[in-house]
């Protein structure tokens, strides 16, 4: 431990380790074996692998991160500090994944500093940070296959657990890259981690009960605070003062991205300045770090896009935490405007409070309006399982490719069978990990675009004797200064192998011949089919359509259970903090006692709230649905049309959240609303009219402002955050 003591001081400028980070640098380092680490936000994660990556004498780390702008600050502070760091993703020109590639391979000392990567000389790559996408990726793969990996990282490692609130299928994929990429250690570290998430994670990646190290979830200088206020006017009746009186900067979390724009304008008009809008629906160029920098007390009104991140967009959640460097004397507020969906999102988002010692208000609003929204994010995934069906139809009945491949335009299957995106992507996912049946292969293209590099880089080519190399020669188009070849075409005509010639094409980017500028890519989808094949009987494609559909629907009801969960800690008579303790398995870190600031400690009650009563199916509403929409093969369309839970379909149909009638029933029971729409679907053998094309009544200002008013913004776009 004593190179990683000299590196923790000469490199970051810590004098100490905090936490259990020198155990958990000591169990990489010394005894070669895998680690989780659960630490709170801001605990000083990003050293327990680090320090170990400029530890190794030999190999690379490589870190897996959902969140692109994390990398690019990750990589930013390291090249200051001197270490070879970069990050390859969709944003580096073709100049500078090229570039760190070659890096990457071979070590070269080069020096180039550019908005999205900033490398320095001597060395070779010591860390390397991509997006968990990226190993399903063929060249990266191909690349990493030469390359030892020594400590591999997993950043926001409980999305590798179904029982995590934040599972994504694309990490499930992570522990076999590591077996067959023989990785040498593994590091897993998250923020939020029940019990159950942990033993997940550990059996995932062969982690021993002493390679786990945690920090307790209870921060005793946070006072976490409960109200209740029905209406969004009661709730700034309340949050107005209380951002008045701040002594730092403060985020307000909020739902939906009208909420964003309608709240703060409402505490513009209430007198307060500096307050900012950040959610995913806003143009790239006001979610860049400027726009959260103006000042160190403003307030950010924002949705868990802020601070939690989402893949496709650039946020720079980072940056804001600048906020909470020690030099400040002022500390950060964070409020929940509306009730957050799972204690794991509470848990993560309040621990962005107070990271500088002092005390910080952390206050959550009840609203019983606001919880039928919030049901809706958990009812909105699953699908019918008659569309689960035929969708699974036309994956096991496709005649496989030349290569032994499917693929498949997943928009279009997301719009025939009515199945949103994200849950199309998890039930591939099962197919693969659960079943056997396939396996996800890279998305491929057609032409790539050769330039060599310089006359050394020309002369490769040509020197190259492989018969991979002498067809691409016989084939490619001579423009000059670079050539052109379609790989597909040539695969075509020749029988050569278009893998085979694609992988030369990387060998020779990767031996620093040439750049390479692929594009027409085919098969965005794409699936190798395994040994073990997908059943073609009606029967056996029904069986596996029944597990799907039933684990879909557990999904959907441990959803439900979580918002549950979140209004029992706080009405529970019972410490708030000790109650999230416990859920997270440490509640012993709480005294008996309680922690003094939370609302049950200073009042000696929990909270009175009572959720909106469930009113019964109203007829007349049914009715008013049934007339329009005529879709009569689904009854969950329907109740998703009327509880107001967009959908593929519905928005083909023009039945979404721009209809007057979406989510006008959102009070009802949702299951109750299934059943009564399926009744109605029975009478017709489940078929479907052909309606007239009506357009429908756009909603007048008054309209909208009053049910967002009373109604909780019921027919305000309901997208994910």
């Given at each position: 431990m004593e190179r990683a003591q000299q590196v923790l001081k000469d490199t970051f400028n810590f004098p100490s380790f905090r936490l259990s980070q020198e155990q958990v640098v000591s169990r990489l380092v010394e005894q070669n074996e895998n680690a989780l680490v659960v630490y709170p936000t801001g605990g000083g994660k990003s050293l327990c692998y680090q320090v170990p990556a400029l530890c190794f004498d030999s190999g690379i780390t490589l870190?897996?991160?959902?969140?692109?702008?994390?990398?690019?600050?990750?990589?930013?502070?390291?090249?200051?500090?001197?270490?070879?760091?970069?990050?390859?993703?969709?944003?580096?020109?073709?100049?500078?994944?090229?570039?760190?590639?070659?890096?990457?391979?071979?070590?070269?000392?080069?020096?180039?500093?550019?908005?999205?990567?900033?490398?320095?000389?001597?060395?070779?790559?010591?860390?390397?940070?991509?997006?968990?996408?990226?190993?399903?990726?063929?060249?990266?793969?191909?690349?990493?296959?030469?390359?030892?990996?020594?400590?591999?990282?997993?950043?926001?490692?409980?999305?590798?657990?179904?029982?995590?609130?934040?599972?994504?299928?694309?990490?499930?994929?992570?522990?076999?890259?590591?077996?067959?990429?023989?990785?040498?250690?593994?590091?897993?570290?998250?923020?939020?981690?029940?019990?159950?998430?942990?033993?997940?994670?550990?059996?995932?990646?062969?982690?021993?009960?002493?390679?786990?190290?945690?920090?307790?979830?209870?921060?005793?200088?946070?006072?976490?605070?409960?109200?209740?206020?029905?209406?969004?006017?009661?709730?700034?009746?309340?949050?107005?003062?209380?951002?008045?009186?701040?002594?730092?900067?403060?985020?307000?979390?909020?739902?939906?991205?009208?909420h964003a724009e309608d709240v703060a304008n409402e505490l513009l008009a209430r007198g307060l300045s500096d307050v900012l809008v950040y959610h995913a629906g806003l143009p790239a160029p006001q979610r860049q770090e400027e726009t959260f920098m103006k000042s160190a007390d403003c307030i950010v009104v924002a949705t868990i896009a802020f601070g939690m991140g989402i893949d496709r967009h650039n946020i720079r959640q980072v940056n804001f935490f600048r906020f909470l460097h020690p030099y400040f004397t002022s500390t950060l507020q964070v409020v929940h405007l509306f009730m957050p969906k799972t204690l794991e999102n509470y848990s993560q988002e309040v621990g962005r409070a107070g990271r500088d010692g002092l005390r910080s208000e952390c206050v959550m609003f009840l609203a019983a309006q606001d919880i039928p929204v919030l049901e809706g994010f958990s009812r909105g995934d699953t699908c019918t399982k008659r569309d689960l069906q035929l969708w699974l139809q036309e994956v096991a009945l496709k005649t496989p490719a030349s290569d032994k491949t499917l693929d498949f335009n997943l928009y279009e299957q997301s719009k025939s069978y009515d199945i949103r995106s994200n849950v199309l992507n998890l039930c591939y996912a099962q197919l693969e990990l659960d079943y056997g049946f396939i396996r996800a292969v890279t998305p491929f293209y057609s032409v790539y675009e050769m330039t060599p590099r310089d006359a050394a880089g020309r002369a490769g080519l040509y020197n190259d004797k492989s018969r991979e190399a002498a067809t691409i020669r016989s084939h490619w188009r001579d423009k000059g200064t670079k050539f052109e070849i379609n790989v597909v075409d040539v695969a075509a005509r020749t029988g050569a192998d278009r893998n085979d010639l694609a992988k030369k094409i990387n060998r020779w980017e990767f031996d620093g011949f040439i750049q390479t500028r692929p594009s027409q890519v085919r098969a965005a989808s794409r699936y190798a089919v395994l040994e073990k094949a997908l059943p073609k009987t009606a029967d056996g494609i029904e069986k596996i359509a029944d597990e799907l559909y039933a684990r879909m629907q557990q999904r959907e009801e441990e959803g439900v259970a979580k918002l549950k969960q979140v209004l029992e800690l706080v009405t529970d008579d019972e410490c708030i903090p000790r109650n999230l303790s416990k859920y997270f398995g440490s509640e012993d870190t709480v005294h008996e006692d309680g922690c003094g600031l939370c609302t049950f400690c200073t009042t000696g009650q929990g909270v009175a709230f009572s959720p909106q009563p469930v009113v019964n199916v109203d007829k007349r509403q049914l009715a008013a649905i049934l007339s329009a929409c005529h879709e009569r093969d689904d009854a969950r369309l329907l109740a998703r049309m009327a509880f107001g839970i967009t959908s593929p379909r519905l928005t083909a149909l023009k039945c979404s959240s721009s209809h007057p009638l979406f989510g006008s029933m959102v009070n009802a029971d949702f299951n109750a609303l299934v059943t009564a729409f399926e009744a109605e679907c029975a009478k017709v053998g489940h078929r479907s009219a052909t309606p007239p094309p009506v357009a429908p009544k756009k909603r007048t200002y008054s309209q909208t402002k009053s049910q967002t008013t009373t109604r909780g913004g019921r027919g305000a776009k309901r997208g994910r955050y």
């Open positions: 870190v897996i991160s959902p969140l692109i702008s994390l990398m690019k600050d990750q990589v930013d502070v390291l090249v200051q500090r001197k270490v070879k760091a970069a990050s390859l993703d969709s944003t580096l020109t073709m100049d500078m994944a090229t570039f760190v590639k070659s890096e990457v391979l071979s070590g070269a000392s080069h020096y180039i500093h550019t908005k999205a990567c900033l490398l320095s000389s001597a060395g070779s790559m010591k860390i390397l940070y991509v997006a968990p996408e990226r190993l399903n990726n063929e060249s990266f793969v191909q690349m990493m296959s030469q390359v030892k990996i020594a400590l591999l990282a997993v950043d926001e490692a409980h999305c590798i657990s179904q029982w995590g609130a934040s599972f994504r299928p694309e990490y499930l994929k992570i522990a076999r890259f590591c077996e067959e990429q023989d990785v040498e250690r593994v590091l897993c570290l998250t923020a939020t981690a029940t019990p159950a998430v942990v033993d997940d994670i550990c059996k995932s990646f062969f982690i021993q009960k002493e390679g786990v190290f945690r920090t307790p979830v209870f921060r005793p200088n946070l006072s976490l605070r409960v109200e209740v206020a029905e209406t969004l006017p009661k709730k700034l009746d309340i949050l107005v003062p209380l951002l008045k009186s701040r002594t730092g900067p403060s985020i307000v979390y909020v739902t939906l991205q009208k």
